[in-house]
């Protein structure tokens, strides 16, 4: 009873939230903006980072503390974080530790998970895209700040596997497969499988150069056509997996129809990437009040009802991004200074402090 209450009220949210409440994203703004980040602390990220390692980096390994392992996605968090920090030490521990653990198969993609508690210690070689997506943008922004050209060539080579083996052409354009194997329609009856939050917009900027054979270009443009199609139930959010047949796109049979840990980061990079028309974000604008702090939610979608609130002030971060991109919101001053959570939490936490000094310092 209590989780159909919520639902209510979050459908509540969301009704205000819809009401178209300004135009798409204005100008970067000066570059003495981007670097002042008005309303944080001038060493904010540096103490952030310092405090990040400190919890969740072991010798190059960054370790979720919740699921108990360590994952391409995670290390390539590590690497960007580390990147915008200037920390060189840290980001090629990073670097180094994910190369020679995860970077073990033929195809030139990381494997996706690595467990201390395992023998061995990888026990699965597929590949998660959004991993190698992070580590190879990570390592060209590296290039780019360092002027390392190891670095950029690192990153070519990922990008270029990225583009040869987890780009597939489906009825909505060339799409971003979440795996080597596994999401093919022949494995799913309901079609090709797929996750928008896999699509990292603001990385495809630097891949268009570093591989000019896949078209980028046109693999972000299917990604926002997906997710312009992917509005279910009454809060039109989409599905932390959807499925693609012979119709539209649908949340995937083989997941629950929820939006959840995985879609709680579109927003986020929409916001990166500038990509950030208002039909795009009005969904997510809505899933945190920061008056009454509710929320943000996990939804089950075809109802429309909150089943639990999302744990860590890191995902109020994002909803946050997605308020300031969407109207001019400033930031709450609860999300102003990053404080000790867990990994996931902390790291979209940072992460959207990031985006919003580099995309909309106006914002803090």
């Not at 690595?114 to 026990?123: Q, T």
Request: with cysteine.
């Amino acid at each position: 009873m209590m989780v159909r209450q919520a639902g209510i009220g979050l459908a509540m949210l969301f009704s205000a939230a819809v009401i178209p409440l300004g135009a798409a994203a204005a100008s970067l703004g000066s570059e003495k903006a981007q670097t002042a980040g008005a309303g944080l602390a001038a060493d904010w990220l540096e103490t952030a980072w310092g405090a990040y390692k400190k919890r969740f980096v072991r010798a190059g390994r960054v370790i979720d503390d919740v699921n108990r392992i360590s994952h391409s996605e995670g290390q390539g968090y590590g690497m960007l974080m580390a990147v915008r920090a200037g920390d060189r030490a840290g980001f090629d521990e990073i670097w180094q530790w994910t190369k020679r653990e995860l970077y073990i198969d033929a195809s030139g993609l990381a494997a996706w998970k690595w467990d201390e508690r395992s023998v061995p210690k990888v026990a699965d070689k597929n590949n998660a895209s959004d991993g190698d997506i992070l580590i190879a943008w990570a390592l060209a922004e590296a290039s780019e700040r360092w002027g390392t050209l190891e670095h950029r060539e690192a990153a070519r080579d990922i990008v270029r596997a990225i583009g040869q083996a987890n780009i597939a052409l489906t009825p909505a354009g060339p799409a971003l497969l979440p795996g080597r194997v596994g999401f093919s329609p022949e494995d799913h009856p309901d079609g090709q499988v797929l996750n928008l939050s896999y699509w990292v917009f603001p990385a495809f900027e630097r891949f268009k150069v570093l591989d000019p054979a896949t078209d980028w270009a046109a693999v972000q443009a299917t990604g926002l056509k997906l997710l312009r199609e992917s509005r279910f139930g009454p809060l039109r959010l989409p599905a932390d997996w959807i499925a693609i047949g012979s119709g539209s796109p649908a949340p995937a049979k083989a997941f629950p129809a929820k939006f959840s840990y995985n879609a709680i980061r579109v927003p986020l990079y929409l916001v990166w990437a500038k990509a950030t028309q208002p039909d795009l974000l009005r969904p997510f604008v809505g899933l945190w009040n920061a008056d009454l702090n509710l929320g943000p939610f996990e939804v089950e979608l075809s109802s429309g009802s909150a089943l639990q609130t999302f744990g860590g002030t890191g995902f109020k971060a994002v909803v946050a991004s997605a308020k300031c991109a969407l109207h001019r919101e400033r930031l709450h001053p609860s999300l102003r200074k990053v404080e000790p959570d867990t990994y996931y939490a902390t790291t979209l936490h940072i992460l959207s402090l990031i985006a919003l000094q580099e995309r909309f310092p106006e914002c803090l």
